[in-house]
């Protein structure tokens, strides 16, 4: 289980520059005289399409592994953690908690991520229905984090494989689209062990916090749209969305969809089953924000800032995110950057996209 910002870690947002539907009883409590909303209720305003003080101002995707190496050679501590480098630049902070049964799968011989780790059914059975069943978790680090949520410091996400993005790990991309014709009951039954495996990780998570989202993990679209059909869509994915999907909700948790590529053809199939939001929103990919607002007044979205306009300075950065502002004034829409941010982005000019998103949330309200 992957979780983001280790509680343990001494300088967790230490270090930053100078100037700058509720799942809990309260989402986060104000100190005593403080009349701004903390981060937690600014977001769940935000997701309810209610007033705030501002926008959130959230980097939900983070960084290429390249662009923090560039960063530290610029003066970004080594020792920061995720949470640690979203302080540091002055951003509101959500966790990740992700629990993919993928990390338990056995060590194999090194081969290209794009080729699975099956040929066959009896590989499933090797390899991969043991991490199935498997179902234990670490619960300490949750406590920290759920003391930091319950204060409004911190949105809590917990992300999981989603029905597509898993079977696509274990067959490999194209042998995957192949087997919604040639294996259809191994993939049937595959999603099955998966649903049954999310379920109990939300219960578990459950247990120590209540996440304010459930992020499924899919990436089924490309620029071009959905890599599946709507048939294959209801017949593969939403049983099991329709399963999960009602279960989060009953604790008032946020359901949403992380799928790059444009996925504006799909938003309806995600309606279907309970859906409510996605992210990351890709404009190099042709998705258009305020064409989605308009055809779906009322679902979330996350994302939609092109990262292609970070590097080019000060006169790029705000003609985006005047492009994204009568959006963002519509509510239920965070800006955020369309994937991760590359590196050729300095830190300079991430701190001068951070002033700039932080102009705009405020202008936004």
Known sequence: MGVGGDPAEARRGHGRPPGHRVPSPVPGR?????????????????????????????????????????????????????????????????????????????????????????????????????????????????????????????????????????????FGVEPHLYAFYDQPELMLRINEALCEYNLAMLETVCGVLTPDVLCFAEDLSYNHGPMLSREQFDRFLAPFYRRIVPR?????????????????????????????????????????????????????????????????????????LERLLPVMRTGGYIPSTDHQTPPDVGVQGFREYVRLLHEYCRKAV
């Open 248 to 320: 989060a909700k009953e604790r008032g948790i946020l359901t949403m969809v992380d799928t790059d590529g444009d996925m504006t053809e799909a938003v309806p199939w995600f309606q279907s089953v309970g859906i409510e939001g996605c992210l990351p929103l890709e404009r190099m990919a042709g998705v258009d924000v305020a064409e989605l607002r308009r055809r779906y007044p009322k679902w979330r979205m996350i994302g939609g800032y092109d990262k292609t306009r970070t590097h080019l300075g000060e006169p790029a950065v705000r003609a985006e």
């Open 30 to 170: 104000r100190k005593s005289g403080d009349s701004r909303m903390t981060p937690r209720e600014r977001f769940h305003a935000v997701m309810n399409f209610q007033p705030v003080d501002r926008l959130p101002a959230m980097e939900w995707l983070c960084w290429w592994d390249k662009t923090l190496e560039r960063w530290r050679g610029e003066g970004l501590p080594a020792d920061l953690n995720r949470e640690g480098v979203l302080r540091w630049y002055g951003l509101d902070v959500h966790e990740r908690l992700w629990s993919t049964p993928r990390w338990r799968f056995p060590r194999l011989p090194l081969r290209p991520r794009s080729q699975g780790v099956i040929d066959s059914e009896a590989d499933y059975e090797r390899l991969v229905a043991p991490a199935l069943a498997e179902r234990s978790l670490k619960l300490e680090p949750l406590r920290g984090m759920a003391a930091r949520q319950a204060a409004g410091e911190v949105i809590v996400e917990l992300q999981v494989d989603g029905f597509f993005w898993f079977p696509r790990e274990v």
